[in-house]
C-alpha cells in the first residue's frame, strides 16, 4: 500500500508529555492566522461555495448552513494521531502543521512512492534514527545484497551508497513506524480543542476566519475571471 505521511518528534521524559501538549495548545492559539492561512481551502465551505458569486457568500449563509460543521472541521485541524516509544522516550505526532514544528525537534516525511535513498544527514535531529543510519553508512554489500541479486558490472559505489541510504530508511520504518501508521486497533488520537463547549471562542474565531478568507479569495478570483473574460473577448474581436 502507497503511504506518505509527517511524523513530528520529540525526545522527552513520558511524564512531560501531558504538559508538552498542553504547551503546544497555547501555541495553536497564539498562532491560527498561519493555520487558517494554510488550510482554509479544505473547509467544508470553501469547497461548496468557493466558485459562487461573491455577494452570494454571505454571514447568514454561514451561520444557517456551514457553522457547524465547519467547526467540527476546525476540531479536525487540531486531531492527530500520535505514539510514545517508551523505550527511547520518543514521541511521534503524525500530521503536524507548519506552525507547530517548532515545537519537535524535527519533523520528517516518509513515503514509498519512489525511492527511499535519503541522504544520512537527513536523520540527524532524531539520536534514535541517527545511530541506525551511522551504522548503515559502512554496510557491506553482503550486508546490502545477501541475495546476490546485483550482478558484478552493478555493484558500484554509487549503487552501494544508495543501498546503504535504503537500509536505513528500511530499518527506521519497518521496526518504528509502520505499525504506527497502519494498525488501527493501537492507534490513538488527541485533538487540542474540546468537541464540546470547553474551546468555543477560539474554534469560532478560527471557522470565521476560514469564511473570510473564503470570500476574499472567491472576490479575487471573480475579479481575474472578469479581467480575463475580458482579454478573451478582445482577442475574439
Request: with cysteine.
Amino acid at each position: 500500500m502507497s503511504y506518505y505521511c509527517q511524523i513530528s518528534f520529540k525526545e522527552i521524559e513520558a511524564e512531560d508529555i501531558q504538559d508538552f501538549f498542553v504547551d503546544m495548545k497555547k501555541k495553536a492559539k497564539e498562532r491560527y492566522e498561519v493555520s487558517v492561512k494554510n488550510n482554509y481551502g479544505y473547509s467544508p465551505m470553501h469547497k461548496d461555495v468557493f466558485y459562487k458569486n461573491p455577494e452570494d457568500i454571505t454571514t447568514e449563509l454561514y451561520l444557517t448552513k456551514y457553522q457547524t460543521e465547519q467547526q467540527d472541521w476546525v476540531r479536525k485541524v487540531y486531531t492527530y494521531r500520535w505514539f510514545y516509544l517508551k523505550e527511547y522516550h520518543l514521541l511521534g505526532v503524525f500530521g503536524v502543521g507548519s506552525e507547530l514544528e517548532d515545537c519537535f525537534d524535527d519533523t520528517l516525511a516518509f513515503q514509498n512512492s519512489c525511492d527511499q535513498d535519503y541522504d544520512f544527514d537527513y536523520w540527524d535531529k532524531v539520536k534514535l534514527f541517527k545511530d541506525i543510519a551511522e551504522k548503515h553508512k559502512n554496510d557491506t554489500w553482503e550486508e546490502v545484497d545477501p541475495e546476490n541479486d546485483y550482478k558484478e558490472d552493478e555493484r558500484t559505489d554509487s549503487m552501494l551508497e544508495y543501498l546503504r541510504k535504503s537500509a536505513a530508511y528500511g530499518e527506521i520504518w519497518d521496526t518504528y513506524l509502520d505499525d504506527k501508521l497502519y494498525n488501527d486497533h493501537k492507534g490513538i488520537f488527541i485533538s487540542l480543542f474540546s468537541p464540546f463547549y470547553d474551546d468555543l471562542t477560539f474554534i469560532s474565531k478560527y471557522s470565521i476566519s476560514c469564511y473570510k478568507k473564503t470570500v476574499e479569495e472567491a472576490e479575487r478570483f471573480a475579479s481575474w475571471k472578469e479581467t480575463n473574460d475580458f482579454v478573451v473577448n478582445e482577442l475574439k474581436e
